[in-house]
RNA sequence: GGGAGCAUAGCUCAGUUGGUUUAGAGCAUCUCGUUUACACCGAGAGGGUCCGCGGUUCGAACCCGUGUGCUCCCA
């Protein structure tokens, strides 16, 4: 078959990713085998891929192809998130475009839009996986509210309120006063506006005199219940431990000292009003004073303030400033910028309010997750995330997970009339609770929470619940697959996700629920940003997969990216992707057209060297890669197999054991050449599984595929054979670099002279060395030779025989620029080993080590010194 | 405000318990080259005060202290 000039990557993707998925290679069930788990982080179902996914399953991916190449039993269970937020957002969008409000809708309404637009939108991302190569058991897809999921979140919520891990508690919240409702801090906008800072008069209980203190918020001072200066402040010093008066109500509140207050904001006396604004709510906590909710739920006064009830809160503002300044309490106004939340819905200003909220306790069930983490059980990649994991573990602070929405997993409780409230499974488990003390209750007396849980309240439950270990226990799949091995996410989200699975897993398992994670970085652009879609700096992921193909965005995007660091993304990388895939082809090509001249006659004896060294050498990386990837050192594996195809294999060996021009090759070596691919396809196969599948059914007749395809054991290399290639490869670029030096032409033919004591290393690597260095003849011997250009490697000297003029003057400058090396080399060597205090103190073999430096480098000096010599 | 991390070549990063030449790789740059796989190529080369300062040590990119700059998380 003729082999298109270069690689096209797009008609093979498609092709060898049906033939998989036809085949069932990613199908897992339970059986004898060793089980090696991933869940995929399930990313929103309002998702489309972009670069942070890309990376993330490329890694799993890469893990899980691996595992399967091993001879485990990989399962990689993909799934999606329904992402209540985001969802919601998207979906009232969308009814807006249609000319349908949000409040116009019944919940169930609501609903049965939301889910409409998840069947029609909510499996794009997945699908454009499959695109990457993923190697997902498709069979398996979750969602966070599939009924079963469903339902054991819900388990969970009446459990830990069961155990009393779940409680209702206040907590400030933003409130839409048009749509009187509460929003999340999503659906908040904060805009600039030109404010006015006034300068209110607050007189001292028992004296005449006043404190000024600055607000842009006049209308909220019938809630204020404290005045706050810092404590440091010499100005008002005298007044720690009095008590002011609010102005109009005149009702008496203490001045207090905190180093939350600014000295050099506004007049540095602050009020504070704990129902108002979050700052001075937690102040509230702090020094346990009153909250007084000085406004309705349309944002117009409530009777607690006493003054302009019913009005708006924003035309109150407005007249405080006349009736201040009538009462001579307006020291003055000034004219201020600020920060103003406003809803996103009804571009309402936001009122900060107070709210029951239902939380989840965390001290308990924290303690066992912080202990598998850190005596190792679950072990974390990059380590150093282990000491800000047990930061926040140890100062955990209990979690609010209620969200005032309707697209997720409704809170199980019920309210009586008079307030009181039932957490059951349903309505009428929770009537009965409610009739304990009100017998004459009915069910249509009864309301349900409006609120759904916090999203991540049923994503903790991922790694079991998708085997359905909560909502059918001890199942074999449960079983068989938990705990799972590899978790592979985003640093950002450890608290969120992360040490909340881990918690969920000790809880609901008894178990952890992975033995790693592995931690990517955050993509960014070239510049450092963060993607995002208003600074469109987002490249367009399925573009790049058809300009350059799954296989080099694949590579592109894992070469330079360690566990737990950023990643800049470049184009450029992906370029180096695609000329490899390049590279990969040609050798294919090159190989296949001596397949056509192979004859089982000619003789080996040249090539043996050539084969014994890559041999060994690619054992070497089999080895290496095996440790660096059981470490999770996935960049550095992808860039040790790159230097061995490309430079030890294409480079190198290709080059020595290639056949003159139309000269056939040797059965044997052209096997053993077929062969070391195959090998390497195999070892690249998990990090670009397309182009390694097509190379390794078109290099040779193959009745099983790669994808999984068990490893072979490796051998040990032997490393003096390595070692003996590597000092080949060294003699020829050093030969080549002295040619390049002496602007000797490629075609320009060398004779060359060795001075060795190793005679007989040279002799079987005198076809490959002429080769190598353009050279008609070698000889060997003891002394120097006239009219050559001199190069040593080790201790062995090379005398390059050339009828071209050399250039005495460049020749020279070389060498001189050499010894200059050389010496000063020496001399740091021999300054260390003239220091007594080292020759005592150090390792034996550090000291014989450096002596060993010390007397190459006087030998090399030597030979340099020589070589200027007979210039 | 609290916490965590990072700082090595123009860029992105390796550098495992301190000693393996005067610190490595890839990309980019420069020189030479179209020789029968590949210019999406080949052969070479240049390029670094290991962020500053102080300390420990016979010896520090690595350990300790301190300063500076950047990033992230929480509030």
Redesign the pocket.
């Known amino acids: 078959m003729e082999l298109s ?3 096209v990557p797009n008609e093979t993707e498609a092709r060898w990713y049906q033939h998989w998925l036809s085949k069932g290679y990613f199908k897992s069930t339970p059986d004898s085998r060793e089980a090696y788990t991933i869940v995929m982080p399930p990313p929103n179902v309002t998702g489309v891929l972009h670069m942070g996914h890309c990376l993330n399953n490329t890694i799993q991916d890469i893990l899980i192809r691996r595992a399967r190449m091993q001879g485990k039993n990989a399962c990689w269970v993909p799934g999606t998130d329904h992402a209540s937020i985001a969802t919601e957002a998207k979906v009232v969008a969308m009814l807006r475009e249609r000319g349908i409000t949000k409040s116009s809708l019944s919940r169930d309404e609501f609903l049965g839009y939301a889910w409409e637009w998840k069947e029609k939108y909510g499996g794009i991302i997945l699908q454009q996986l499959k695109k990457m190569g993923c190697s997902l058991d498709w069979d398996r897809t979750a969602f966070t509210m599939d009924p079963d999921y469903y339902k054991s979140v819900i388990q969970v919520f009446l459990d830990l309120h069961k155990k009393g891990h779940i409680y209702r508690g206040k907590r400030m919240i933003n409130w839409d006063v048009k749509a009187k409702t509460a929003l999340s801090d999503e659906e908040v906008i904060y805009k600039e506006v030109q404010s006015k800072l006034y300068h209110i008069k607050y007189a001292i209980e028992g004296s005449n005199d006043f404190v000024t203190v600055a607000t842009v918020r006049p209308e909220t001072i019938f809630g204020d219940t404290a005045v706050c200066v810092n404590p440091l402040d010499e100005r008002y010093k005298h007044l720690h431990g009095k008590f002011v008066f609010v102005p109009l109500i005149n009702r008496s509140v203490p001045i207090i000292t905190d ?1 939350y207050v600014t000295l050099d904001f506004g007049t540095g006396a602050l009020k504070v009003t704990p129902a108002h604004d ?1 700052n001075d709510y ?1 102040l509230g906590q702090k020094y346990n004073l009153e909250v007084i909710d000085t406004l309705n739920d349309d944002g117009t006064m409530s009777e607690a303030a006493q003054f302009f009830i019913g009005e708006d809160r924003l035309d109150v503002r407005k007249k405080m400033e006349a009736v201040l300044s009538e009462a001579g309490l307006l020291d003055k106004v000034e004219a201020y910028t600020n920060q103003v939340g406003f809803s996103e819905r009804t571009d309402a200003m936001v009122e900060p309010r107070l709210s029951l909220q239902w939380w989840v306790s965390m001290k308990d069930i924290a303690t066992p997750a912080l202990q598998s983490v850190m005596e190792e059980a679950i072990q974390f990649h990059p380590a ?2 282990k ?2 994991y047990r ?2 573990m140890e ?1 955990i ?1 209990d979690w609010c997970i209620s969200r005032q929405l309707w697209w997720g997993h409704r809170i199980p409780a019920w309210y009586a009339p008079d307030g009181s409230v039932a957490v059951a499974a349903n309505a009428n488990d929770a009537l009965a609770i409610l009739q304990e003390n009100n017998a004459g209750l009915t069910l249509s007396d009864i309301k349900q929470d409006e609120d759904c849980l916090d999203t991540w309240f049923s994503s903790w439950l991922w790694p079991f619940e998708v085997f359905k270990g909560l909502s059918n226990p001890g199942n074999e799949e449960i079983k068989y697959y938990y705990p799972t091995q590899t978790l592979v996410t985003a ?2 989200i ?3 996700w992360v040490a909340r699975m881990i918690m969920a897993g000790h809880e609901y398992m008894d178990q952890k629920p992975f033995e790693h994670v592995y931690f990517t ?2 993509v960014r652009d ?1 510049q ?1 940003r ?1 993607m995002s879609k208003s600074l469109g700096n987002s490249p367009d992921l399925l573009g790049l997969i058809d300009v350059y193909g799954a296989d080099a965005v694949r590579f592109g995007i894992m ?10 993304f ?1 184009e ?2 992906l ?2 992707g ?6 990969l ?3 294919l ?2 190989i296949q ?1 001596w397949g056509n001249r192979m004859d089982a006659h000619v003789d080996a004896k040249n090539e043996k060297f050539a084969m014994d060294w890559f041999e060994n050498r690619l054992s070497q990386v089999q080895q290496e890669v095996d440790v660096l990837l059981n470490g999770f ?1 996935l ?2 594996a992808l ?1 040790t197999i ?2 061995l195809i ?2 030890d294999y ?3 060996y ?2 020595w054991i ?6 056939p090759i040797s059965k044997e070596v052209y096997e053993k050449t077929v062969g070391y691919l195959n090998e390497m396809m195999h070892m690249l196969h998990p990090f670009m599984p397309f182009i390694t599948e097509e190379i390794y059914h078109l290099a040779s007749a193959q009745s099983d595929d790669l994808c999984n395809k068990i490893a072979p054991t490796f051998a040990s290399p032997n490393n003096s054979i390595v070692a003996g290639g590597e000092l080949l ?1 060294q003699v ?6 002295a ?3 002496n ?1 000797l ?3 320009d033919t060398i004779t060359l002279h060795i001075q060795t004591a190793n005679t007989d290393t040279y002799k079987a690597i005198e076809s490959i060395l002429c080769k190598q260095v353009n050279a008609t003849s070698i000889e060997y011997t003891n002394s120097s030779v006239d009219n050559t250009i001199v190069v040593a490697v ?1 201790k062995d000297k090379f005398f390059i025989g050339t009828s071209i003029e050399l250039d005495a003057t460049a020749l020279k400058a070389t060498l001189l ?1 050499d010894l ?10 021999t300054k ?1 080993l003239s ?1 007594e ?2 020759v ?4 034996p073999e ?1 000291v014989a ?2 002596q060993q ?1 010390q007397a ?2 006087i030998a090399r000096i030597a030979t340099i010194e020589e070589s200027l010599q007979s210039l």
């Open positions: 000039k270069n690689y180093e979050i937690q150093k995330f000491n800000l930061h926040w100062n602070k640093p950002e450890i608290f969120f970085g955050i070239k450092g963060k070469i330079a990216s360690p566990a737990g660091n950023d990643i800049l470049d450029s990388a370029e180096q695609r000329n490899f895939n390049n590279k082809w040609n050798v090509k090159l057209g050192k960049s550095e860039k790159y230097s490309w430079d294409c480079s190198w290709l080059e290639k056949p003159g021009f139309e000269q490869k020829i670029s050093a030969l080549r670099d040619r390049n030096k602007q032409k490629p075609k080790e620029a200059a090396y050389q010496k000063g080399f020496l001399e740091s060597v260390k220091n205090r080292f005592q103190n150090a390792k550090v080590l450096e430096k190459d480098a």
